[in-house]
């Protein structure tokens, strides 16, 4: 250390006023204090006030009854406390935030590639419609659609149909094909689960195999196999042995199982009644299977809708579709349960037609089944077995176990005045649903844009250079790059949406707002209920950006 | 030399402009296969658009380009075509950064020709030891030089086996000790019977590589001579006065 060194001030000598790692340290404890001193002041302040006017600090209120009623969401009773009704509020929030969500990634991602599609008309449709959708205020859309076009749609009978789908559009909302999951699905669940572990470890298995051999072994084609074959087994074990369904049945009917349904469907079709109506014997002897009587049915109910008929000639029609109408299985069940739907789902299967007559309430629909209304009575073994034993006559009726796939689909049909079946929306759902994917769309669509025109022209050209086609290179090259970009901003847009439910409230959806509003008007909690607000649109939001985030990263791209 | 097969690119009075700008005037040339034409001239000539018009990275507006015994035309079929046998190596390399260098070279080989991935992935290898850098394969283009990525990017458009390749300008954003490089990879290439055309600024590769030297001057073919004519014996006054200046 002998050399000659530059001359460099001993250490140790700066004073603390200008050491900067004490001045971080300094200015961060200031911070922290003010933040203390402020809120505790807002806090004590409260408390005071809340003291002096009488006001309850306590959250205890979730617990009394509410009193009112709130139009849709899971189960509740106006019976239910507080607690519950915001709990629906909070489970309405997050449903049509998260189908908001999904449906807009899917629209923000077409239109922000109609928006730069060279394709004259696509590109100004997008154009258009980005440009009008996000001038408006979100507040004047959602009236628009709830109140000019929703409840604006035909009534329930003559409900639209687009393109012959089944889905029904009506000013009661929209019905659609759902699915429903019985007592057997968590059952099935499992079985999915199981068959993944397998597939994984079978995967695990081969690839060992194939580096040990070094020959091709068909990883994917045995993974979807076995996959298959689980989740199958799975399937009927379920069905076979989980349910908790029976339908009640008279013991002179001698039904075993649903499929025995057709031969009292048959019988009861009166060929007489048709003959008398000049019904051939050829078409009469088709008559005998289900199936055939539907195609007869749809070519009777085709004939009449031509208008070509005769006045005669269609009340003819009119009589033969009310004999084979006649003919149809009733079946009593509480309204939207799992009962109803298999029942109905089970003989529509076997093209027998139904009329569901439903209650809401086991007790009422167990009356009807008695008074001789339905042919047979649809519930739980429990509940069927409780009606069946206070019966007048309980030796002439019994209860038929019936088996329950672990998921029912669930499809819409029109039964008179009303749409039986299917998954329905309310107009309000429906309304703010429309309203908040199109809003949000708007701008996320921007966001994709700009995403996929921040991947490198560069890129683009080298894609065309290796002969890969307009759809490879958008889904192999931009979009994954373009993700990176796009998930930040688009993280906002989705935190947007959900805070952006909150305007539920403006036309009567029953989301966290609107029943916290009810709520705070009933029981004075005021404070407590926006404190409620805050706590569930904060953890709502952070879960969001915390999954956000760590696909981000996910996808981030690896550099040095 | 290599042995000179038939014509694989013909160009016939090939113009293109940039709106007013007429970039290209009229190019009429050939290259045989198993040619390596190296391409020079001053910046601005077109000398880049005009290889880019020989696999529609650019469009030209008149004229005729036969590419491989296909026409060149607004027939998408066509197009495809031609872009699958003619591979082409970008000044900024141009790898795709969410892929490895594994998948970047595989990926046109199985979405294109439509290959097995065990092919495209044994072909795909085959390349990369081609151009020395097998140990790369399953890392990210961010994680390699300038000179490695440059040669990913050769691999990648010779796992597409194709007829001709092209360069457009390989070496210009390299720094000077990854060039060698690459000319190297450039180099073996050339050996093996490969048909090349490059834009470059390394005389010493046209000099010691290429059949045929182009020199390109405001959007058409100046001079075009063999290497040691070209350098040592240039006819025009254009190719003269470029030539003193890039040769000090």
Known sequence: MATTSPIIKQEAAIPFWRDVRVLGVIGQIIFTILVVIGLTWFIR??????????????????????????AEGIEYEATDTFGRALWVGVINTIRVSFIGIILTTILAVVAGIARLSTNWLINKIATVYIEIVRNIPLLVQLFFIYFAVILKLPPVKDSVQPFGLPLFLNQRGFALPGLTATAGFPIWLAFIVLAIILVMTLWTIQSRQEERTGEPVNKIGSAVVAFIVIVAIGWFVTTAFTSNQAIMVATSRNIKDFDDFEKIYLLRVDTDALKDLGVELATLDTLKFPDNIAAYKDELTAKLGTGEVSAEESENIEAQLDILGDA???????????????????????NIPVKVSNEKSMRKTGAAYAAGDCDLLAGTQAQLAAERAILEAPDTHELVDVSVPPLIVN??????????????????????????????????????????????KGQTEAARALGLNESQRLQLIVLPQALRVIIPPMTSQYLNLTKNSSLAVAIAFPDLVAVGSTVQNQSGFAVQVIIIFMAVYLTLSLSMSAFLNWYNKKVALVER | MNELGNDIIICNDVHKWFGEFHVLQGITTTVKEGEVVVIIGPSGSGKSTWIRTLNRLEEHQKGQIIVDGTELNNDLRNIQEIRREVGMVFQQFNLFPHLTVLQNVTLAPIHVRRWSREKAEEIGMQQLERVKIPEQAYKYPGQLSGGQQQRVAIARALAMQPKIMLFDEPTSALDPEMIKEVLDAMQELAESGMTIMAVTHEMGFARGVANRVIFFDQGNIVEEKPPNEFFDNPEEERTKLFLSQILH
Not at chain 1, 48 to 67: D, K, M
Not at chain 1, 328 to 350: G, K
Not at chain 1, 417 to 435: D, H, R, V, Y
């Open chain 1, 45 to 70: 302040n409260f408390l005071i006030n809340a003291e002096n006017q009488g006001l309850q600090t306590s959250f205890s209120f979730l617990n009394t009854t509410a009193a009112f009623d709130i």
């Open chain 1, 328 to 350: 149809q299985i009733t079946i009593c069940s509480v309204e939207d349960t799992v009962s109803e739907i298999n029942a109905a789902s089970q003989l529509r299967r076997l």
């Open chain 1, 411 to 456: 499809t819409p049909a029109p039964a008179g005045f009303n749409i039986q079946g299917g998954t329905k929306l309310s107009p309000e759902f429906a309304a703010l649903l429309i309203g908040l994917v199109l809003y949000t769309s708007a701008f996320s669509a921007e966001i994709v844009r700009a995403g996929i025109l921040a991947v490198s």
